[in-house]
């Protein structure tokens, strides 16, 4: 007999326009002071408009907390604890993409607790409580509002992790209007983002549950069948709303069953060359599904048939017509495919190496065991 734990978001609001109604979603947490943490991109295109127009007619207080970076490093994280503390905020949402709920997460987390930042990277050391907390994703992407997890970086080259069940917010508010206006690159790597968590969580080796499976191939279905629609057609709500909803189960499958490879050869890409993480996965993605085949085709193959429906022939052959789509759907989305567009040269592959073998928490999910050889000659294959 199985022991199986599934953990995810309480409470998740689906529809457009929801987003200007956050007042009474404040209010129904018993709030009247918000710490509002988002990005300049935000800001700039003016997505917060109707929402802090509505949350002043309704007498709620807001702290603009605007800051955030990609990969939000450590002092971006304690400035915006510090201006929840005094601005005696009762409440934080997170709006934007994942950095900027990643750090509403553990602004909420430490505004409250009173813990500090280095206390609480790990596993389950956070003690609480926190602030209520709602979060307002606007890329299909991360899947950020339905995980326990928030990503800082620490240093040149190396991040770090919170992971605690206090992180996942109160409320997850998926409003397609938000993401209407995404240019088509960030949706085509924010969406790529997405289809790793589900593809990474099907094939974890140590915690792959049947719920999360179900989540990953149904988020996997969402992702493939609207992707290049709304790389297309921004303007599409429908198939908007499709990948935000794929975006969201494939985050709520890779929390309960983790992701490995792709992720941790991703992770040094946005740290030391701040490189967009959805990019950076989709750099990595075919390689390391190549790597793997010998240990995970069976399931590989089965995803196969998720985006190539009717696809015929045996285990290796599906699973090497996944490998193959993967490797083209960056290109075909118009994104960089090589290392070297983006000022990576074979100078830097040994410091890249050698900053994913510190991710042994996500190789150690990965379905075939990867050496610092490994991780160099896959970023040299798409250098």
């Known amino acids: 007999m199985r022991t199986l734990a599934f953990n995810t978001t309480k409470s998740i609001h689906i529809e457009c326009g929801a987003a200007r109604r956050l007042a009474t979603q404040v209010r129904g947490l018993g709030c009247q002071?918000?710490?509002?943490?988002?990005?300049p991109g935000v800001l700039a295109a003016r997505l917060l408009d109707p929402v802090l127009a509505e949350l002043a007619r309704d007498g709620i207080e807001v702290t603009l907390f605007a800051d955030v970076q990609a990969d939000p490093p450590e002092p971006v994280i304690l400035a915006a604890v510090e201006a929840a503390r005094d601005s005696s905020a009762d409440c934080v949402i997170g709006?934007?993409?994942?950095?900027?709920?990643?750090?509403?997460?553990?602004?909420a987390l430490l505004a409250r607790s009173g813990e500090s930042l280095a206390e609480v990277y790990?596993?389950?050391?956070?003690?609480?409580?926190?602030?209520?907390?709602?979060?307002?994703?606007?890329?299909?992407?991360?899947?950020?509002?339905?995980?326990?997890?928030?990503?800082?970086?620490?240093?040149?080259?190396?991040?770090n992790v919170v992971i605690s069940p206090l992180l996942l917010p109160d409320l997850a508010i998926l409003d397609a209007e938000l993401t209407r206006g995404l240019p088509a690159q960030v949706t085509a790597a924010t969406g790529i983002?997405?289809?790793?968590?589900?593809?990474?969580?099907?094939?974890?080796?140590?915690?792959?549950?049947?719920?999360?499976?179900?989540?990953?191939?149904?988020?996997?279905?969402?992702?493939?069948?609207?992707?290049?629609?709304?790389?297309?057609?921004?303007?599409?709500?429908?198939?908007?709303?499709?990948?935000?909803?794929?975006?969201?189960?494939?985050?709520?499958?890779?929390?309960?069953?983790?992701?490995?490879?792709?992720?941790a050869l991703a992770y040094p890409l946005g740290a030391r060359f701040h490189i967009p993480h959805g990019l950076s996965n989709s750099l990595v993605l075919e390689p390391v599904v190549r790597f793997n085949l010998e240990a995970a085709a069976p399931l590989y193959a089965e995803l196969a048939e998720i985006v190539l429906p009717g696809l015929a022939g045996d285990v290796p052959a599906r699973a090497n017509a996944l490998a193959e789509y993967l490797g083209g759907l960056a290109g075909d989305l118009g994104l960089p495919t090589r290392l070297g567009q983006l000022g990576i040269g074979e100078a830097d592959l040994d410091e890249l190496a050698v900053d994913a073998m510190k991710q042994s928490r996500l190789l150690a999910n990965n379905p075939r065991e990867m050496s610092f050889d490994d991780a160099r000659a896959i970023y040299r294959q798409v250098l």
């Open 95 to 107: 709006f934007g993409g994942g950095s900027s709920l990643d750090a509403a997460k553990l602004t």
């Open 193 to 263: 983002d997405a289809m790793v968590h589900a593809i990474e969580s099907y094939t974890s080796k140590y915690l792959k549950n049947p719920i999360s499976d179900c989540l990953a191939r149904e988020a996997l279905r969402l992702l493939s069948a609207n992707l290049h629609q709304v790389c297309r057609d921004g303007t599409d709500l429908e198939a908007r709303e499709n990948m935000l909803l794929g975006a969201c189960l494939a985050g709520m499958a890779f929390a309960n069953s983790p992701v490995a490879a792709v992720h």
């Open 33 to 39: 002071s918000v710490l509002l943490v988002t990005d």
């Open 122 to 159: 790990g596993i389950n050391l956070a003690k609480g409580p926190r602030l209520p907390l709602i979060l307002v994703p606007t890329t299909a992407g991360t899947g950020s509002e339905v995980t326990a997890v928030s990503v800082v970086t620490t240093g040149e080259g190396q991040k």
